[in-house]
């Protein structure tokens, strides 16, 4: 089968896009070449990954289903491109650590910081992806260390406890008020939330909740970071879920307020599991010691 990384690339580019013509534009591609590009690959599959609509392009069901594949693919190209240019340098070595952007924010960026101070010679390259991917990429190879949080995990690898972190619900004074005492889950019940996506620790959280309350949360308002999460919090579409100190990274302007939430679910977990196979074993066990150092 043909399949070369550029068109695992152009793929990934056409899904990201909507269009064949922007993503051959982002490659560098003549949109007739990227155009056979997918052709091609779709009669050797012997299915359509993509359906022409008006201005672009968008999956088909066997294109969604298809897709997981193809970012494992493009991931193992970037593994194995980074290794080799890590090699090439003469580093000891790259470890790849994936993480939710909570922990990146909170934690991991100070600790890659002193990291990288003290084994100058092993390279790092972190991975942003919420709970669920970062054990997918756990369980495919494509990330040596993975950091997610403990109810949201499925793999049967060892964990160590890593760090813990507490969920505020983030409000327009404008739009919503609440008194200083902590908010229930009551007392959410009927208030539009603004949620991280399928797969996050945040909505995993809010689900557990609404379940112990015999309901079930509609997720009507779903964005993929806190950023996007603050800016409707902002026009008052509904309120936020994030710890204090991601909230305070983006140094929130008087209009919002915060509020502490009662209750063990908005408590968050996070554990840290390692998979050998594709780092040097004292280089993966080096920095693995010195993220679970400061615990």
Same mark, same amino acid.
């Given at each position: 089968?043909?399949?070369?990384?550029?068109?695992?690339?152009?793929?990934?580019?056409?899904?990201?896009?909507?269009?064949?013509?922007?993503?051959?534009?982002?490659?560098?591609?003549?949109?007739?070449?990227?155009?056979?590009?997918?052709?091609? @690959?779709?009669?050797?599959?012997?299915?359509?990954?993509?359906?022409?609509?008006?201005?672009?392009?968008?999956?088909?069901?066997?294109?969604?289903? %298809?897709?997981?594949?193809?970012?494992?693919?493009?991931?193992?190209?970037?593994?194995?491109?980074?290794?080799?240019?890590?090699?090439?340098?003469?580093?000891?070595?790259?470890?790849?650590?994936?993480?939710?952007?909570?922990?990146?924010?909170?934690? @991991?960026?100070?600790?890659?910081?002193?990291?990288?101070?003290?084994?100058?010679?092993?390279?790092?390259?972190?991975?942003?992806?919420?709970?669920?991917?970062?054990?997918?990429?756990?369980?495919?190879?494509?990330?040596?260390?993975?950091?997610?949080?403990?109810?949201? +995990?499925?793999?049967?690898?060892?964990?160590?406890?890593?760090?813990?972190?507490?969920?505020?619900?983030?409000?327009?004074?404008?739009?919503?008020?609440?008194?200083?005492?902590?908010?229930?889950?009551?007392?959410?019940?009927?208030?539009?939330?603004?949620?991280?996506?399928?797969?996050?620790?945040?909505?995993?959280?809010?689900?557990?909740?609404?379940?112990?309350?015999?309901? %079930?949360?509609?997720?009507?308002?779903?964005?993929?970071?806190?950023?996007?999460? %603050?800016?409707?919090?902002?026009? +008052?579409?509904?309120?936020?879920?994030?710890?204090?100190?991601?909230?305070?990274?983006?140094?929130?302007?008087?209009?919002?307020?915060?509020?502490?939430?009662?209750?063990?679910?908005?408590?968050?977990?996070?554990?840290?599991?390692?998979?050998?196979?594709?780092?040097?074993?004292?280089?993966?066990?080096?920095?693995?010691?010195?993220?679970?150092?400061?615990?």
């Amino acid at each position: 089968m043909k399949f070369d990384t550029t068109t695992v690339r152009l793929i990934l580019a056409i899904a990201e896009e909507g269009s064949i013509s922007r993503a051959a534009d982002k490659l560098s591609l003549a949109v007739a070449a990227a155009s056979r590009r997918v052709s091609d @690959l779709e009669e050797q599959l012997g299915a359509k990954l993509f359906r022409r609509v008006p201005h672009g392009a968008e999956l088909t069901e066997s294109g969604g289903r %298809l897709l997981e594949y193809v970012r494992q693919i493009d991931n193992l190209i970037d593994r194995m491109e980074g290794d080799a240019e890590a090699l090439n340098h003469g580093l000891e070595g790259r470890i790849i650590i994936g993480a939710p952007k909570a922990v990146v924010i909170q934690f @991991l960026a100070r600790e890659i910081a002193a990291i990288q101070q003290k084994y100058p010679r092993i390279a790092l390259k972190i991975v942003e992806e919420n709970s669920r991917i970062v054990q997918q990429l756990l369980r495919d190879k494509v990330i040596d260390v993975g950091i997610y949080e403990k109810k949201s +995990g499925f793999l049967d690898l060892e964990k160590f406890a890593y760090r813990e972190d507490r969920l505020v619900l983030v409000h327009s004074r404008a739009h919503f008020e609440f008194g200083a005492a902590p908010i229930s889950i009551d007392d959410l019940l009927d208030v539009p939330i603004v949620s991280l996506g399928k797969g996050s620790a945040v909505l995993s959280a809010v689900e557990r909740a609404y379940r112990s309350r015999g309901r %079930l949360f509609a997720n009507n308002l779903t964005v993929n970071g806190f950023d996007t999460m %603050l800016a409707m919090v902002r026009h +008052g579409l509904g309120v936020g879920l994030m710890p204090p100190a991601v909230l305070q990274s983006f140094r929130p302007e008087a209009a919002l307020a915060s509020v502490e939430l009662d209750g063990d679910w908005a408590s968050r977990h996070y554990v840290l599991s390692c998979i050998e196979g594709h780092a040097q074993e004292q280089t993966l066990r080096n920095v693995v010691d010195a993220l679970l150092a400061g615990r």
